[in-house]
């Protein structure tokens, strides 16, 4: 099975998601929320809010008298030592790990190389970086307090035999040197069937979260600050037309504009803002306005070419759910991390999914919103700040946010193709917020403690504790948790106790 870097990669990006990240408090301007004020102090309004409330009950109960139907699997894991070499005769040095070395014996032979044990290592295939469209098997080590992070990408997919090596050998280049890095195992890799209790939290995600769906069409196309479509006839004329009967300002700069004038700008702009459905509605009466509309809308030229405005009006004056298809037709880009068009076309796509009753939209684009899973040039943590997580809209919607919340952190290696995988630093900031943290933190403790569950999905579950834990603002409540998580963590296989009990910062 191929999978995508997401799935994996973001499930090991341990500690720069975890750590506490400026509070919504912080930001002057986020008093009225990341996306403006709102009757109820959600996103959604009252009445979206009971239409969602009656579909998350009828998936309730499907999920109630649905049997367990599948089997999923963990990822291939088990115990290793890991060694690095990058001086010597490293022909000989591969030589003897092909012949079996033990980790003592070949740091004897080899005192240059760099040596560390017991280490946990997942292995899974993914697509190769060459494009080869032949899948790589990739070995990665899980790091604890910051250290034993290792990865190696092999394009033998053969499973290593007790007592082997798996080795990446590089060749001296113009960009580095030579270099020789393996994993030891001193047993076979194990690759358990996750437990019915388990099994049946991946499967109500998949309840809720539509694996038969995406948010975006195929033929979707990129648009925003760095890929921008060209605005068609028809639309550009209604765009033009509305905004000149509405009187929409100007706002025009050169280098002789003052400030003074460019504030001035602004502010008539914004004036206009928030007065233009009045005078919007009004001219939406007229056979022109409803010409011109009908052209842009029908247009094929007009698919993927949008942007918000046009899509407001389009489901105000002409069709919801046409609206909803345009917004489904873009894949909105963000140009750096500050920008948040990507999560507002997001809302958009969630919020008339909800208006048509269209759920599998819906869950998707809220989550994405949630674990701010969207194409960015970075994602640097000062722009968390602003961003909320939306963690109490589910918890309105009557969603069992636990179980969701469990079942798309756990990684199983032969998912759904399209179940929803989260983000263990995002979902632990959102679950910071849960109305229910006694229940939650007594659940993360047991996974970390359950020896019937594999290894991997274990240390998730510890690290999405830790994320949870970090985003808490009582300092003495933390510093509590972290000694039950000690406590849980001795439950762990005794080759790990020692690296995962948490370290207290200096």
């Known amino acids: 099975m191929k999978h995508n870097v997401y799935i994996v990669g973001l499930a090991l990006m341990w500690f720069g998601a975890c750590h506490a990240q400026p509070t919504p408090s912080q930001a002057a301007a986020d008093k009225q929320g990341e996306f403006g004020p709102t009757a109820n102090g959600l996103v959604y309004s009252p009445h979206t809010m009971n239409r969602l409330r009656r579909i998350v009950d009828s998936l309730n109960l499907k999920h109630k008298v649905c049997e367990l139907r599948r089997a999923y699997r963990s990822y291939r894991q088990g115990q290793a030592s890991y060694i690095a070499l990058e001086k010597g005769d490293l022909k000989q040095a591969r030589l003897a790990l092909e012949q079996g070395l033990t980790p003592e014996a070949f740091q004897a032979r080899f005192p240059a190389a760099t040596v560390e044990k017991d280490l946990l290592v997942i292995s899974y295939l993914d697509e190769y970086e060459d494009n080869s469209k032949k899948p790589a098997t990739v070995y990665r080590s899980i790091p604890f307090n910051n250290q034993g992070e290792h990865l190696l990408r092999l394009k033998e997919p053969a499973a290593p035999a007790p007592g082997r090596w798996v080795i990446q050998a590089e060749a001296k280049s113009s960009y580095s040197d030579a270099s020789l890095r393996a994993f030891y195992f001193p047993d076979a890799l194990s690759q358990p069937a996750l437990p019915a209790q388990y099994a049946n939290l991946v499967q109500y995600a998949d309840c809720l979260i539509d694996t038969t769906a995406q948010i975006y069409f195929v033929s979707a196309k990129r648009t925003g600050v760095r890929y921008r479509q060209n605005e068609p006839r028809a639309e550009a004329a209604f765009m033009s037309y509305a905004h000149e009967q509405t009187q929409q300002p100007k706002l025009e700069y050169s280098n002789k504009t003052t400030e003074t004038e460019q504030k001035a700008q602004w502010a008539a702009f914004e004036k206009w803002q928030t007065e233009r459905f009045a005078k919007m509605d009004q001219l939406a009466r007229t056979p022109k306005f409803r010409e011109l509309l009908a052209q842009a809308v029908t247009s094929a030229n007009t698919v993927g070419a949008t942007d918000d405005e046009f899509e407001e009006y389009v489901a105000r004056y002409y069709s919801p759910q046409k609206a909803l298809e345009f917004k489904r037709s873009r894949i909105v880009v963000g140009g750096c991390s500050m920008d948040d068009s990507p999560r507002r076309h997001a809302l958009g796509i969630a919020t008339l999914s ?149 370290k207290e910062e200096k």
């Not at 989550?367 to 899973?373: A, C, E, F, S, V």
């Not at 969701?404 to 679950?431: K, T, V």
């Not at 603002?473 to 296989?493: G, S, Y």
Request: proline share 3%; hydrophobic share 40%; net charge negative.
């Open 354 to 502: 909800a208006e048509t009753v269209n759920w599998e939209t819906f869950l998707r684009a809220h989550l994405d919103i949630m674990n701010d899973r969207f194409e960015r040039v970075s994602d640097g943590s000062y722009a968390w700040a602003g961003r909320k997580t939306y963690l109490r809209e589910l918890e309105e919607l009557d969603i069992n946010v636990p179980d969701l919340m469990l079942g798309i952190s756990l990684r199983i290696d032969n998912a759904s193709r399209n179940h929803y995988f989260g983000s263990l630093g995002r979902l632990g900031r959102a679950l910071a917020e849960t109305q229910q943290p006694r229940e939650l933190e007594q659940r993360l403790l047991g996974i970390v403690a359950d020896p019937s569950l594999d290894a991997y999905n274990r240390v998730l579950a510890y690290y999405l504790f830790l994320c949870y834990n970090n985003n808490l603002e009582d300092k003495e409540l933390q510093q509590q948790n972290i000694a039950r998580l000690n406590t849980a963590v001795q439950k762990l296989p005794t080759y790990l106790v020692a690296r995962a009990t948490v």
